[in-house]
């Protein structure tokens, strides 16, 4: 079993910055992805950042260059720096990781809590 433990989000004014970390614990061997979505009232869960293996990251067209998903994998910890932020930003936002617990490949996914973002104009 895997624990999420997400943090970070708050209250901001548009064009204001947030970092958002997730630090992941248990009996991993490795992370295959790791992953931010955000969930906005009446909306639904949109996938805004993804790290791969290695470095590989890809983006949704509406955070692109303003956030920038990291990961630090000695402490199985992944990162969202968020810039320029706008109302629209405004969501609960949530980790999503998939983690091996061997070499055999096998990848298994969890969710974190969620946090909250809110950009005020």
């Known amino acids: 079993q895997v624990q999420l433990v997400e943090s970070g989000g708050g209250l901001v004014q548009a064009g204001g910055s947030l970092r958002l970390s997730c630090a992941a614990s248990?009996?991993?061997?490795?992370?295959?992805?790791m992953s931010w979505y955000r969930q906005a009232p009446g909306k639904q869960r949109e996938l805004v950042a993804s790290?791969?293996?290695?470095?590989?990251?890809n983006y949704a067209d509406s955070v692109k260059g303003r956030f920038t998903i990291s990961r630090d994998n000695a402490k199985n910890t992944v990162y969202l720096q968020m810039n320029s932020l706008k109302p629209e930003d405004t969501a609960v936002y949530y980790c999503?990781?998939?983690?091996?617990?061997?070499?055999?490949?096998?990848?298994?996914?969890?969710w974190g809590q969620g946090t909250q973002v809110t950009v005020s104009s």
């Open positions: 790290i791969f293996d290695g470095t590989r990251t």
């Open positions: 999503n990781v998939y983690v091996r617990y061997s070499d055999d490949l096998r990848a298994y996914g969890y």
């Open positions: 248990g009996s991993i061997f490795s992370m295959k992805s």
